[in-house]
């Protein structure tokens, strides 16, 4: 089941705003050049931001969410009628040829257990060609990210178009590792509604992941910092390999 903020429609209209400046898709569209992507998956694509800019470059794309107030935001953006939008999860991702999918932001991280991950590799394997890319982030453990957001509390506020100003709050809620929970509140100043939004990530560990993208039959090309956030998270570029082993 999405997280309210994106599957609840008067916070799926706000994501975008609070979101702010989306330095990681330069790096994702440089990376579809890299490997020579013409057909792309995007996995988790949310509110379609790198949908778009792909689609954008000449690219077939497929952006795959299952949130609906998401993809319908997605829908509305400029240039979204040249991308194909599907609702449904990673383990429900089309058999498609494609060359190359992609999971950004926290998508890696929603799979909490071994299964669910397994279960997201295996749909993204079967969307993509013999011999074709997926790539994707997460967070890096030793990094700590959770104590960085516990510092940050303060009350960010946005003016939405066509939708007023906007508070939204912070609250770390559990550090229980490998997963971290953590909640949003927006309150709509028009009309004084509350919304909440309760998320938990899995940080797992760069072994962990090599060990369950080789039995899923991708093999790690290279893991990279990403641009934007230097030292604070892997992306791994793999190719689909072998046939898993399942």
């Known amino acids: 089941m999405p997280d309210a903020i994106f599957a609840d429609p008067r916070l799926a209209a706000v ?6 400046d989306r330095g990681d898709l330069p790096a994702y569209l440089a990376i579809a050049d890299e490997v020579g992507a013409r057909r792309v998956v995007d996995v988790g694509c949310g509110t379609g931001s790198l949908a778009v800019v792909l ?3 000449g690219r077939t794309v497929i952006g795959v969410d299952p949130a609906a107030a998401s993809l319908d935001v997605a829908r509305a953006k400029d240039g979204a009628a040249a991308v194909e939008w599907r609702l449904g999860d990673a383990g429900g991702v089309p058999a498609c040829g494609a060359d190359l999918a992609v999971m950004t932001g926290n998508v890696a991280q929603v799979f909490l257990t071994d299964d669910d991950w397994l279960a997201a590799l295996r749909g993204v394997r079967g969307a993509i060609r013999p011999g074709g890319h997926f790539v994707f982030e997460t967070r890096r453990p030793g990094f700590r990210a959770w104590e960085e957001w516990a510092a940050d509390t303060g009350t960010v506020i946005r003016d939405v178009q066509g939708v007023g100003p906007v508070e939204r709050t912070f609250a770390l809620t559990a550090v229980d590792l490998p997963l971290v929970s953590f909640r949003y509140a927006y309150r ?9 939004s309760d998320s938990t990530l899995r940080f ?12 899923a039959g991708f093999q790690v090309l290279d893991v990279r910092e990403a641009p934007d956030r230097p030292g604070r998270e892997y992306v791994f570029i793999t190719r689909r390999g072998a046939a898993p082993r399942w």
Do not use: P
Request: charged content about 35%; hydrophobic content about 40%.
């Open 15 to 20: 994501y975008d705003v609070f979101d702010g």
């Open 55 to 57: 689609a954008r470059s």
């Open 188 to 196: 709509f100043r028009t009309d004084g509604a509350v919304l909440l």
């Open 204 to 215: 797992r560990e760069r072994d962990e992941i090599e060990t369950g993208l080789a039995a």
